[in-house]
C-alpha cells in the first residue's frame, strides 16, 4: 500500500525558515518524481516543487524560487522541501505528492506552515 | 505551464438530481503513451483532497458507482447520477501532464 507521510510543518516568524520531510513506502520511490503541493486557507491548490527520480531535476513555482528548495534520500525513501525567507503568504498547508507514468497521484496527509509574529 | 479553467464556480444541485462540472486546459493533456493525465478530487471541509477519477475516467477504489469522468485531450466533464447530501464540498480537476495545476474549484452545494 502507498503511503506518503508528511511532517515538519509548524509556526515560523516571518523570514525564518522549516524543513518539511515526506516519507514515503509501498513503492519504488527511487522510480517516482516527487511534488509539494499547498493551499493556503480558504484558497484553491497550488504546485509548489518537484524533484526527479534521481534528484538532477527541480523546478519550483516562480513564487518560492529562491527562498525553497526541494530534494531527496532515495536511500531513506524520503523527500524534503527546505523554505527559507518564509513570509506570511507561504501559510498553508504542504502536501508531498507522487506521480508516475500511467497510475493515479497519491497524496500525503499534509502538513501546516503558519508564518506570523 | 498549463492552465485549467473550472465551471461552473458554483453548483447548487437538489438530491437525487445528476450533476456536472467543466475542466479545460490550455494544452492537451494526452500523452504519448494513451492517458490523459487528468484527475479529479473532492475536498470537504477540514479535509485533505480526496481522489474520485484519475487518467481522465478511471474511477478510484472505493468511489461510488454515481461519479464518472469522461473527455479527452483538452476538456472533460466530471458526472455525478444522482446527488447525495455527502457529496457536498469543493471539486477541483488537477493536470499532471507536466508539473502539476489545478482547475479553480467548483462548490457544490444542496439547493
Known amino acids: 500500500e502507498v503511503q506518503l507521510v508528511d511532517s515538519g510543518g509548524g509556526l515560523v516568524q516571518p523570514g525564518g525558515s522549516l524543513r518539511l520531510s515526506c516519507a514515503a513506502s509501498?513503492?519504488?520511490?527511487?522510480?517516482?518524481?516527487m511534488k509539494w503541493v499547498r493551499q493556503a486557507p480558504g484558497k484553491g491548490l497550488e504546485w509548489v516543487a518537484n524533484?526527479?527520480?534521481?534528484?538532477?531535476?527541480?523546478y519550483y513555482v516562480d513564487s518560492v524560487k529562491g527562498r525553497f528548495t526541494i530534494s531527496r534520500d532515495n536511500a531513506k525513501s524520503s523527500v524534503f522541501q527546505q523554505m527559507n525567507s518564509l513570509r506570511a503568504e507561504d501559510t498553508a498547508v504542504y502536501y508531498c505528492?507522487?506521480?508516475?507514468?500511467?497510475?493515479?497521484?497519491?497524496w500525503g496527509q499534509g502538513t501546516l506552515v503558519t508564518v506570523s509574529s | 505551464d498549463i492552465v485549467m479553467t473550472q465551471s461552473p464556480l458554483s453548483l447548487p444541485v437538489t438530491p437525487g438530481e445528476p450533476a456536472s462540472i467543466s475542466c479545460r486546459s490550455s494544452?492537451?493533456?494526452?500523452?504519448?503513451?494513451?492517458?490523459?493525465?487528468l484527475e479529479w478530487y473532492l475536498q470537504k471541509p477540514g479535509q485533505s483532497p480526496q481522489l474520485l477519477i484519475y487518467l481522465g475516467s478511471n474511477r478510484a477504489s472505493g468511489v461510488p458507482d454515481r461519479f464518472s469522468g469522461s473527455g479527452s485531450g483538452t476538456d472533460f466533464t466530471l458526472r455525478i447520477s444522482r446527488v447525495e447530501a455527502e457529496d457536498v464540498g469543493f471539486y477541483y480537476c488537477?493536470?499532471?501532464?507536466?508539473?502539476?495545476?489545478f482547475g479553480g474549484g467548483t462548490k457544490v452545494e444542496i439547493k
Open positions: 494544452q492537451s493533456l494526452l500523452h504519448s503513451d494513451g492517458f490523459n493525465y
Open positions: 505528492v507522487k506521480i508516475a507514468g500511467g497510475q493515479r497521484a497519491y
Open positions: 488537477m493536470q499532471a501532464l507536466q508539473d502539476l495545476s
Open positions: 509501498g513503492f519504488t520511490f527511487s522510480s517516482c518524481w
Open positions: 524533484i526527479s527520480p534521481d534528484g538532477s531535476g527541480k
